[in-house]
């Protein structure tokens, strides 16, 4: 099946910095999502991107569409404390329509 | 607005035992419906999902079944617990694209 490969698996920072994580496939997709998931809570969907090359914003995170379809890239800037969590990125293919293939997730803390 | 709805919010439960966990949504119609389980510090593994009433579809072989008696429920079910059904199980729905909206969860532990 299809499988996503997210980086880094975790990330230590302090406050303030800037963030980046990508995923990347084998395979092509049409749809790419990022996800943030707070301790015992379910993911919240953060970022959609539907085109190739599309470059998206929401407040300080920008997610990017990767112009091969195999990529995605999500950066933070000026990290806050409550940007603590674990981001997933999704993918979905026209072959695989109304179901997402979800990378393992990035453990991101920050040091106050 | 819509919002999902998942309970309980945590469960411990004995070997052998069964379960029922259910998933409601409000303020929309005919969603697709997801359910997920999360082992600790793991990714999201898709167990079932259901484009309709009656309409399930199983992701992967296992102890568990899925049911889907109205357009807004969703509910996952296993006649016997086993110690490896122990996870954080995410109810999730969509309507535009792929864009999967998820419920607070369960913590399941079986004992």
């Known amino acids: 099946g299809q499988q996503l490969n997210q980086s880094p698996q975790s990330m230590f920072i302090q406050e303030g910095e800037d963030v980046s994580m990508n995923c990347t496939s084998s395979?092509?997709?049409?749809?790419w999502l990022w996800y943030k998931q707070d301790p015992g809570e379910g993911p919240v969907l953060l970022i959609a991107l539907y085109k190739a090359g599309e470059l998206t914003s929401n407040g300080r995170l920008t997610a990017q569409f990767g112009i091969t379809r195999k990529d995605s890239f999500l950066n933070i800037s000026a990290s806050i404390p409550s940007d603590v969590g674990i981001y997933f990125c999704a993918g979905q293919s026209s072959t695989n329509a109304g179901k997402s293939t979800f990378g393992d997730g990035t453990t991101l803390t920050v040091k106050p | 607005s819509q919002t999902i709805h998942q309970w309980p919010a945590t469960l411990v439960q004995p070997v052998g035992s069964p379960l029922s966990l259910e998933c409601t949504v409000e303020?929309?119609?005919?969603?697709?419906l997801y359910w997920y389980r999360q082992a600790a510090g793991r990714g999201l593994q898709l167990l079932f999902y259901?484009?309709?009433?009656?309409?399930i579809s199983s992701e992967v072989p296992q102890n568990l079944s899925a049911s889907r008696p109205q357009d807004r429920q969703f509910i996952l079910s296993s006649k016997k617990l086993l110690l490896s059904d122990s996870g954080f199980y995410l109810c999730?729905?969509?309507?535009?694209?792929?864009?999967?909206?998820f419920g607070p969860g369960t913590r399941l532990t079986v004992t």
């Open positions: 999730a729905w969509s309507v535009v694209r792929d864009e999967q909206y």
């Open positions: 395979s092509i997709f049409n749809t």
């Open positions: 259901s484009v309709g009433i009656g309409q």
């Open positions: 303020g929309t119609s005919n969603p697709n």
